[in-house]
């Protein structure tokens, strides 16, 4: 994994002196007193037990379904779903994972059904409480089928990670039998996909999950990638300092795009508070490059580039003759590869500041990898910028406002 700041337009003196700044942040993030941290030392910690048990229940799942629905919103759902699309097609032998609950569309939640009701199915739900709103409806309504299909026998189908002790899910899941998993206390949401928040989902997929917290382990316990993670966010700092202030997270590879909105909710959920944070946005190369690829070379200045990108495919296609002598004889990776080497070379030019972060190869060991590097980095820009990065208040703000909005639909007789 290499980090390339080169291009970032950042003077290495302007890193330096915001390193002792940084290395306070990940100290306090180190230091398991500040709340919701537990992340920061998950790789550490009994993962192995956890990892079996996962993969015992995903075992019984195989043997059960071939259509496993996750309902879940927000960090509940985005980490998995992030992996999975970077990670496919689907794995042939293993069932089909889908996500709801992450909207209000009828017509999405109407054709999930259509498909539970074809399919023999496993449920999953996730959440802390079980009480927000789009995972209450989408769970009410497709729990509701699987009663219709399977009787008493759906409660062996239906699966709830949440909260250890307390909640409406929890105790539904005790009087219901759901098997469950729990929702650690000291993790949020869009930090928890190396939890059973994520893990669950990616098994049953049949993910390699060991080797995915394998990577994250090797990342969290080399002091090299402290460095590297601090100097990342030290950029980032510096660059919003300088009037960068929207971020296009961007990839060569369409499967990364789910990744970018991965990333798009971590760093914008958890910096962007007290008039503050850098607006995080997702551009799929080669894609964007023919729609806002103009506004990247020439429009207002106003944004910096974060790329992911990677060494080497796990398959590729050589162009055949009919595309010219040009290009004929040759691959597509290698094709990509001059691509992600003159937008480089165009943008640079162009004074735009660009981020490198190369992977060798893309497989769960590396998204692992990438995952622990990422949380680690926004929990320090965050800090830098002295926001809380585990909390979310205008979040709640707008739930509050929606909830009053749906008691005027049912006014007191």
Wanted: net charge negative; with cysteine.
């Amino acid at each position: 994994m290499k980090i390339d700041l080169s291009h970032a337009t950042v003077p290495a003196r302007h890193i330096e002196e915001k390193r002792e700044l940084a290395e306070k942040a990940l100290d306090r993030l180190w230091s398991g007193e500040e709340p919701f941290t537990g992340w920061v030392r998950l790789p550490f910690h009994d993962t192995d037990d956890m990892v079996e048990e996962l993969l015992n229940t995903a075992a019984e799942i195989w043997t059960k379904c071939d259509l496993f629905v996750v309902v879940g919103v927000g960090g509940s759902f985005m980490g998995a779903n992030a992996v999975l699309k970077a990670l496919g097609p689907e794995i042939p032998g293993f069932p089909k994972v889908i996500f709801a609950g992450y909207n209000l569309d009828p017509e999405m939640l109407l054709d999930i059904s259509r498909q539970v009701q074809k399919n023999e199915t496993c449920l999953c739900v996730i959440s802390k409480s079980g009480t927000t709103l789009e995972t209450l409806v989408a769970f009410s309504a497709l729990k509701e089928i699987m009663v219709q299909k399977y009787g008493k026998a759906a409660n062996g189908r239906i699966y709830a990670v949440t909260d250890e002790n307390h909640g409406l899910l929890r105790e539904e899941s005790m009087a219901s039998g759901y098997t469950t998993f729990p929702i650690p206390q000291d993790i949020g949401g869009r930090f928890s996909v190396l939890t059973p928040v994520g893990l669950f989902p990616l098994a049953a997929a049949g993910v390699d999950i060991k080797a995915l917290m394998k990577g994250a382990k090797d990342m969290a316990e080399d002091p090299k990638w402290d460095v590297d993670a601090a100097d990342y966010a030290i950029a980032r700092v510096c660059l919003g300092e300088s009037g960068k202030y929207i971020e296009a997270h961007e990839s060569f590879d369409p499967s990364m795009e789910q990744f970018g909105q991965w990333l798009k909710q971590l760093f914008g959920e958890s910096e962007g508070k007290e008039g503050k944070g850098i607006y995080p946005t997702v551009l799929s190369f080669t894609r964007d490059l023919h729609s806002v690829g103009q506004y990247l070379q020439e429009g207002t200045p106003v944004f910096f580039e974060t790329m992911v990108l990677f060494e080497s495919t796990r398959e590729d296609l050589t162009i055949p003759d009919s595309a010219g002598p040009q290009l004929s004889g040759l691959t597509i990776s290698q094709i990509n590869g001059c691509i992600q080497k003159g937008v480089l070379a165009a943008h640079t030019k162009a004074q735009i500041p660009v981020i490198t972060v190369t992977m060798p190869q893309k497989d769960a060991y590396n998204l692992g990898r990438l995952i622990y590097f990422f949380e680690l980095s926004c929990g320090i820009s965050a800090l830098m910028i002295g926001v809380d990065p585990f909390n979310q208040p205008g979040v709640e703000r707008y739930k509050q406002e929606s909830n009053e909005e749906i008691r005027k639909l049912r006014p007191e007789k």
